[in-house]
């Protein structure tokens, strides 16, 4: 694989190279999302056996609809998509139960994370339990601004609702976790 065409294909050349049969340009998208995707999957079931299998999901439904993407919006939002829809269908699914198991999730890029500058930053076995402690509704908007970076117009267009409806969801969040230092820390 062409480590340089990792950085310098766009999505949308290594989409089309991939659907002439390019394997190496379909390695390349999978390894350009896979971290993060499995941190939004991880970050929104609690379990990484889970996360996982999400994560083969969200890649083989992928590969198998890549030629129906119409390039609306990025790839990057319609991946994600995809992953928020079948993270949210596995904990429909799921019996309701608090998250039994908090796991530590791999090590973030600093640069990107929102906690960076918190000077006692907790554990992300706490960010996963603050995180399972609040409704999917709230959790999905809170992932979303926080983790991935999304304006709330992104965040509506993810999820389907109206930006409003995202704001409110945020601030719900927000509060619920408001009492404990963790939720200060996501809210820098």
């Known amino acids: 694989m062409d480590v340089i065409g990792f950085r310098r294909k766009s ?9 002439e049969g390019s394997e190496d340009e379909w390695l390349t998208l999978v390894k350009r999302y896979e971290t993060r995707l ?22 083989l439904s992928v590969f198998r609809n ?5 390039g609306d919006a990025p790839f990057g939002a319609w991946i994600f998509r995809i992953a928020t829809f079948r993270c949210t269908d596995h904990l429909r699914r799921k019996t309701k139960t608090q998250f039994s198991e908090y796991e530590e999730l791999p090590d973030a890029d ?18 996963v339990r603050m995180l399972g402690s609040l409704p999917n509704e709230q959790r999905q908007v809170l992932e979303l601004k926080f983790f991935q970076n999304f304006t709330f117009d992104e965040i509506a267009v ?19 976790l408001r009492g404990t230092d963790e939720a200060s820390a996501i809210a820098c």
């Open 11 to 19: 999505d949308e050349q290594l989409i089309k190279q991939a659907l």
């Open 38 to 59: 499995y941190n939004h999957a991880l970050r929104m079931v609690g379990n990484s056996d889970d996360a996982m299998d999400l994560l083969q999901d969200v890649f």
């Open 66 to 70: 890549l030629a129906n993407f119409r």
């Open 110 to 127: 600093r640069s990107t994370n929102p906690a960076t500058g918190y000077e006692d930053v907790r554990s992300n076995g706490d960010i």
């Open 158 to 176: 993810q999820l389907g609702i109206s930006s409003n409806t995202a704001k409110s969801r945020l601030y719900a969040a927000l509060k619920k």
